[in-house]
């Protein structure tokens, strides 16, 4: 596609459920982020994928998060049994390179709103 | 870590002012990189810039890496420039991931 595509926009939900974030990176792009922006933590790195090299998970606050590429393409980021603490917009970026060589383009962001 | 450290952190600006956002880091870098995120909470890239100078219409920058800084320009300020400013680094053998600062929010009043 065009830039990188999220979905869903807005996700709703109550403490305790499992949520699934989707990204679809821009077509060639071999490295995908997922970052997250919270009124207290501005915005931090989870995790990135290159490639089929294994993910550098360095950034993933707990356990209770995860997230897998399939393809080399498709992103899903996993929250289980969700927090009140989870509640932030989850953003995805894809880049040409993983080595800090290319500009990362994001997309639009997924606003994750616990009850 | 890295520290990134952005100032102002709030700046109003009327109509067609230049201004000068600064972005300071604590260690070297390979990658650093100036967005903008719009009232809409779109981010957008603005540079890659490293090191050396770029402009982009109205909008230029310039990172000093070995002084461990960046300067975004803003000249002919509009009110569509308004939105929140981000400097973000990566360093040196941890990949592509970017370490952002606290940003500058900027207002353009017409």
């Known amino acids: 596609g065009a830039g990188v595509s999220q979905s869903p926009s807005n996700k709703v939900t109550e403490k305790g459920k499992d949520v699934e974030l989707r990204c679809d990176p821009i077509?060639?792009?071999?490295?995908l982020y997922w970052y997250r922006q919270s009124l207290g933590q501005g915005l931090e790195f989870l995790i990135y994928f290159q490639g089929n090299s294994a993910p550098d998970k360095s950034g993933l606050p707990s356990d209770r998060f995860s997230a897998e590429r399939t393809g080399g393409s498709v992103s899903t980021l996993t929250i289980q049994r969700t927090q009140q603490e989870d509640s932030a917009v989850y953003l995805c970026?894809?880049?040409?390179?993983?080595?800090?060589?290319?500009?990362?383009?994001f997309g639009d962001g997924t606003r994750l709103s616990i009850l | 870590g890295i520290q990134v450290e952005q100032s102002p952190p709030d700046l109003i600006l009327q109509e067609g002012a230049n201004s000068t956002l600064r972005c300071n880091f604590s260690d070297s870098v390979n990658n650093l990189q100036w967005f903008h995120q719009n009232p809409w909470g779109q981010l957008i890239n603005l540079f890659y810039?490293?090191?050396?100078?770029k402009q982009n219409g109205r909008l230029s920058a310039t990172t000093v890496a070995t002084e461990r800084y960046s300067l975004l320009y803003i000249s002919s300020s509009q009110t569509t420039d308004s939105g929140v400013y981000f400097c973000a680094v990566g360093v040196w053998g941890q990949g592509g991931k970017l370490i952002f600062g606290q940003g500058t929010e900027l207002s353009v009043k017409p």
């Open positions: 810039i490293p090191s050396g100078t």
């Open positions: 970026a894809s880049s040409q390179d993983s080595r800090g060589h290319q500009p990362q383009h």
């Open positions: 077509s060639g792009h071999t490295a």
